[in-house]
């Protein structure tokens, strides 16, 4: 019996039946990345993970609006400057600029890793009229106060309101001491030291500023996300996600920010996937315990032995649920370079296979059936890549058993056989969205291959060597390739 979807909400800090609010459809937002410096692997992770819950929903025939925001203004270092711009002075670049390169770097990963595009990815200094507005609507519900041209949130009173300040994180009020990462010089602005900036007045050398009611300045990183989800996905949505290191303040305040110009929770779901490790130790810049996605591609680090690729990289995180740390080692890599492969070599020779017709309904035939279902209630259990894939691997047994006849087509019917199929190809493909990079190379070499040899067939004919030209084409014929000559040239396909 196949279970529904449950995914674990933490707001309600458990499993819960996913039910879209509109039949048939879901909205879903992810806090994109920050685009002033090279995306990490960690990033990477989290992206991966909603990239397969994107590619999940729409396999269950959601219509998914999958909404993924560029943070280009607002979030600031610990020092208080605009991470954005500190970075496009050290450049020496226009911060717009350098939004677009980091932007662009980002895009070329996720297409490395074989990621669905979202639906809308809307840019933080693109809505700055939308965020102006919400600024002025919390303050019209009077949850927020004007001080010195800045804007701060009124933690107390919406508290005081809606009692749910610190739901999400479980943090209390009373022992919220200004853990946010945008105000630190103007901590004495503040009624209560939990009360965060909406909108900021700029200092004279701040270069990312606009005009507003209330100063020249820029908005406050969590209300851009409050913005740019109800913009495009309504008051309430069903699904927020973000790597839990965002848990608090970003999204504790997005949902202040929210009711406080709504009066209406945003999220139905909230989802928070979890860290990335190295060699047991939170993945990190400051202590050295990082690689980039280039340096684990060609093995340019003293943390790997060799380069792994974007696949192997891939398999490896589908081997831990998105909601558990994972441990980048070497080891688990060469694990995860066998255990990727082995995969590529059951997909081909499935793609070969076919069922003769008939068969029995078997122990087998009842076995390959169960492990079907099973994979996908593991992945309606709150996406569990690592169990599903474990199933998916069941699977492989099946299939190298047919092929080496160690299992006949006998013991199992067309139709479970045709479900087989389907069903590998989908999560492999379709789901997990992995590809076969060696297939790719080898067909590329192939090609190569071809080319080369229509080069040297052209250059026998035009020494009018009709022995050479005559013995390629034959022997090309022979391994399955037909070559044409035409007026345009020589083309060559496969037969
Ligand atoms: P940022 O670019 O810092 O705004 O982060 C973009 C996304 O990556 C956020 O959802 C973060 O939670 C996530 N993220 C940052 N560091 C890690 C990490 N080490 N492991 C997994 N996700 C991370
Ligand atoms: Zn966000």
Same mark, same amino acid.
């Given at each position: 019996m196949k279970n529904k979807l449950t995914v674990y909400n933490s707001k309600a800090r458990k499993k819960e039946i996913f039910e879209p609010i509109h039949e048939g459809r879901v909205g879903m937002y992810v806090c994109g990345p @920050? +685009?002033?410096?090279e995306v990490h692997l960690g990033n990477v992770r989290t992206f991966v993970s909603f990239d397969i819950i994107y590619r999940y929903l729409l396999h269950l025939g959601y219509k998914v609006r999958y909404v993924r925001n560029i943070t280009d +203004?607002?979030?600031? @270092?610990?020092?208080?400057?605009?991470k954005v711009s500190a970075r496009a002075k050290l450049e020496q670049l226009e911060p717009m600029e350098l939004v677009q390169k980091y932007s662009n770097m980002f895009h070329e990963m996720m297409a490395i890793f074989n990621t669905k595009s979202p639906s809308v990815e809307p840019r933080a200094t693109g809505h700055l009229i939308e965020q102006i507005e919400m600024v002025k609507d919390i303050l019209d519900n009077g949850f927020a106060y004007e001080q010195n041209g800045s804007v701060y949130f009124d933690t107390l009173k919406f508290n005081d309101k809606y009692?749910?300040?610190g739901q999400l994180s479980g943090r209390k009020i009373d022992e919220l001491?200004?853990? @946010?990462?945008?105000d630190l010089k103007n901590q004495?602005?503040?009624?209560?030291?939990?009360d965060f900036a909406i909108w900021m007045k700029a200092s004279d050398?701040?270069?990312m500023k606009w005009n507003s009611p209330w100063s020249v300045g820029f908005p406050g990183w969590h209300l851009e996300c409050s913005v740019m989800s109800t913009k495009y996905l309504g008051k309430t949505f069903d699904i927020h996600g973000g790597?839990?290191?965002?848990?608090?303040p970003h999204h504790e305040n997005e949902i202040a920010q929210n009711i406080g110009c709504t009066? +209406?929770?945003?999220?139905?779901y909230w989802l928070h996937s979890n860290m990335l490790l190295m060699n047991g130790k939170k993945m990190s810049k400051s202590d050295g315990n990082t690689i980039s996605p280039y340096e684990l591609f060609t093995g340019d680090?003293?943390? +790997?032995?060799k380069g792994y690729s974007p696949m192997v990289v891939k398999f490896f995180m589908l081997q831990?649920?998105?909601r558990s740390t994972m441990d980048l080692t070497d080891q688990a890599l060469q694990a995860a370079e066998k255990g990727y492969s082995k995969l590529m070599e059951a997909a081909k020779a499935l793609d070969k296979m076919q069922h003769p017709g008939n068969g029995n309904e078997t122990e087998n035939n009842k076995k390959l059936l169960t492990t079907i279902d099973n994979i996908i209630s593991d992945m309606n259990d709150d996406f569990n890549t690592p169990k599903a894939l474990a199933g998916v691997f069941e699977l492989v047994n099946f299939i190298n058993k047919l092929k080496d006849g160690h299992?006949?087509?006998?013991?199992? @019917?067309n139709e479970a056989f045709e479900k087989l199929k389907e069903t590998f190809n989908q999560f492999v493909f379709?789901?997990?969205?992995?590809?076969?990079e060696v297939g790719s190379q080898e067909d590329g070499l192939f090609d190569g291959m071809a080319e080369l040899l229509i080069t040297i067939r052209n250059e026998a004919r035009a020494k009018k060597d009709w022995a050479t030209s005559d013995l390629i084409r034959d022997k090309l014929l022979e391994i399955g390739v037909q070559l044409k000559d035409g007026k345009d040239g020589t083309s060559w396909s496969r037969i």
């Amino acid at each position: 019996m196949k279970n529904k979807l449950t995914v674990y909400n933490s707001k309600a800090r458990k499993k819960e039946i996913f039910e879209p609010i509109h039949e048939g459809r879901v909205g879903m937002y992810v806090c994109g990345p @920050t +685009v002033y410096s090279e995306v990490h692997l960690g990033n990477v992770r989290t992206f991966v993970s909603f990239d397969i819950i994107y590619r999940y929903l729409l396999h269950l025939g959601y219509k998914v609006r999958y909404v993924r925001n560029i943070t280009d +203004v607002g979030h600031l @270092t610990d020092g208080g400057e605009d991470k954005v711009s500190a970075r496009a002075k050290l450049e020496q670049l226009e911060p717009m600029e350098l939004v677009q390169k980091y932007s662009n770097m980002f895009h070329e990963m996720m297409a490395i890793f074989n990621t669905k595009s979202p639906s809308v990815e809307p840019r933080a200094t693109g809505h700055l009229i939308e965020q102006i507005e919400m600024v002025k609507d919390i303050l019209d519900n009077g949850f927020a106060y004007e001080q010195n041209g800045s804007v701060y949130f009124d933690t107390l009173k919406f508290n005081d309101k809606y009692k749910s300040y610190g739901q999400l994180s479980g943090r209390k009020i009373d022992e919220l001491f200004s853990e @946010t990462r945008d105000d630190l010089k103007n901590q004495d602005e503040k009624h209560h030291p939990s009360d965060f900036a909406i909108w900021m007045k700029a200092s004279d050398e701040h270069i990312m500023k606009w005009n507003s009611p209330w100063s020249v300045g820029f908005p406050g990183w969590h209300l851009e996300c409050s913005v740019m989800s109800t913009k495009y996905l309504g008051k309430t949505f069903d699904i927020h996600g973000g790597g839990n290191d965002l848990k608090f303040p970003h999204h504790e305040n997005e949902i202040a920010q929210n009711i406080g110009c709504t009066g +209406v929770e945003p999220a139905k779901y909230w989802l928070h996937s979890n860290m990335l490790l190295m060699n047991g130790k939170k993945m990190s810049k400051s202590d050295g315990n990082t690689i980039s996605p280039y340096e684990l591609f060609t093995g340019d680090s003293p943390h +790997v032995s060799k380069g792994y690729s974007p696949m192997v990289v891939k398999f490896f995180m589908l081997q831990s649920h998105y909601r558990s740390t994972m441990d980048l080692t070497d080891q688990a890599l060469q694990a995860a370079e066998k255990g990727y492969s082995k995969l590529m070599e059951a997909a081909k020779a499935l793609d070969k296979m076919q069922h003769p017709g008939n068969g029995n309904e078997t122990e087998n035939n009842k076995k390959l059936l169960t492990t079907i279902d099973n994979i996908i209630s593991d992945m309606n259990d709150d996406f569990n890549t690592p169990k599903a894939l474990a199933g998916v691997f069941e699977l492989v047994n099946f299939i190298n058993k047919l092929k080496d006849g160690h299992l006949k087509y006998s013991d199992i @019917t067309n139709e479970a056989f045709e479900k087989l199929k389907e069903t590998f190809n989908q999560f492999v493909f379709d789901i997990f969205g992995l590809k076969d990079e060696v297939g790719s190379q080898e067909d590329g070499l192939f090609d190569g291959m071809a080319e080369l040899l229509i080069t040297i067939r052209n250059e026998a004919r035009a020494k009018k060597d009709w022995a050479t030209s005559d013995l390629i084409r034959d022997k090309l014929l022979e391994i399955g390739v037909q070559l044409k000559d035409g007026k345009d040239g020589t083309s060559w396909s496969r037969i």
